[in-house]
């Protein structure tokens, strides 16, 4: 038996269990969005991270890798034992085709399983659903938890997927992907704000202006033990 899962977010710079075939393309009808809480990797719950999940959306392309597991139910059976205790967030199993860019139209492989979120925050509390783009700029810009901060998420994403598509030119031209650098570069404008703030922000003297008062040592005194 083999299982084979597709990873558009984390997964896809850092899978974190034993594979045996690693392979970039596509899904079809679905589009990364950063619509998802994440409270103990890269946030905290009064202070959440904003991750990637899937919407639904007819047309849409979005790119990652696909990994392979095989050898047996064992290793199969770890893999995703480590996966649902890592992708805790997702409530939901599809199983979808999965292309590549030499042949888009016909599946590589089929029944590749994705982790994706109910985009209901009733049937999914982690679920925290679409907002402007400078809000979620902020958001992952001061976010951080256990395993890092949330802008670091993000840029490893973008990095991942320009690796993946080839250049930015292709990018800018209208690829799918272009979402993932534009929120990207409007957390940096953020982060710059906050770096600006910081350094014009006036220093606040912690020097006192009360009358210095000397106060001398008071002298080591013996204790008597008791007995």
């Known amino acids: 038996m083999v299982l084979w899962v597709f990873g558009y977010g984390s997964l896809v710079w850092n899978p974190g269990f034993d594979f045996d075939e690693r392979i970039v393309g596509f899904i079809k009808d679905y589009r990364r969005v950063f619509d998802l809480a994440c409270i103990d990797h890269r946030g905290t719950p009064a202070n959440p991270a904003r991750t990637c999940t899937l919407e639904a959306k007819s047309k849409a392309v979005c790119w990652g890798a696909a990994y392979c597991v095989k050898g047996g139910q064992e290793k199969e059976q770890a893999a995703m034992q480590y996966l649902e205790r890592r992708e805790c ?36 509390r982690y679920y925290l659903g679409p907002a402007p783009l400078q809000d ?92």
Not at 153 to 174: D, H, P, S, T
Not at 194 to 222: D, F, Q, V, W
């Open 89 to 124: 967030e997702y409530d939901t199993k599809v199983f979808v085709d999965f292309y590549k860019e030499d042949d888009p139209f016909k599946p590589a492989i089929t029944g590749v399983l994705v982790f994706i979120s109910t985009p209901d925050k009733e049937a999914n």
């Open 136 to 227: 979620m700029a902020r958001q992952i810009a001061t976010a951080s938890g256990p395993c890092g901060n949330n802008r670091d998420y993000l840029f490893l994403l973008e990095k991942a997927m320009l690796e993946i598509v080839g250049n930015i030119e292709r990018i800018n031209a209208g690829h799918e992907d272009a979402r993932v650098i534009e929120l990207a570069n409007e957390v940096r404008k953020v982060l710059a704000k906050l770096k600006e703030k910081k350094i014009t922000s006036p220093r606040i003297s912690t020097k006192s202006h009360l009358p210095r008062i000397n106060i001398a040592c008071l002298p080591e005194t013996a204790v008597a033990s008791s007995r």
